[in-house]
Nanobody, 121 residues
Framework: QVQLVESGGGLVQAGGSLRLSCTAS????????MGWYRQAPGNQRTLVAT???????IYVDSVKGRFTISRDNARNTVYLQMNSLEPEDTAVYSC???????????????WGQGTQVTVSS
């Protein structure tokens, strides 16, 4: 089995910073793309940023210049450094990873349980 566990959410004032972490664990052969998504109340889950195993990144326009995604391949961990946070960034943030388990030749998509980020004005 493969599990993704997130940490680092919380309550912060506008203009503040938070760093999210997500680690994939279990019977893993390889982790390909990893990413962060968020879902605000009443909205659909949307992409925030993704990173390939070669550290190529993609960001949604609304977070460019404020958020930085990075990863540690040796630890199967992805990070999201969030600076200059705005109330509009309030959401449940979930990590996502494409993982090839030891018992399979195919990649599957796995999700973390989500962590709440609340930005007060």
């Amino acid at each position: 089995q493969v599990q993704l566990v997130e940490s680092g959410g919380g309550l912060v004032q506008a203009g503040g910073s938070l760093r999210l972490s997500c680690t994939a664990s279990g019977n893993i052969f390889r982790v390909n793309n990893m990413g962060w998504y968020r879902q605000a109340p009443g909205n659909q889950r949307t992409l925030v940023a993704t990173i390939t195993s070669f550290h190529r990144t993609i960001y949604v326009d609304s977070v460019k210049g404020r958020f930085t995604i990075s990863r540690d391949n040796a630890r199967n961990t992805v990070y999201l450094q969030m600076n200059s946070l705005e109330p509009e960034d309030t959401a449940v943030y979930s990590c996502n990873a494409e993982v090839r388990p030891l018992t399979s030749t195919a990649y599957g998509t796995y999700w973390g349980q989500g962590t709440q980020v609340t930005v007060s004005s």
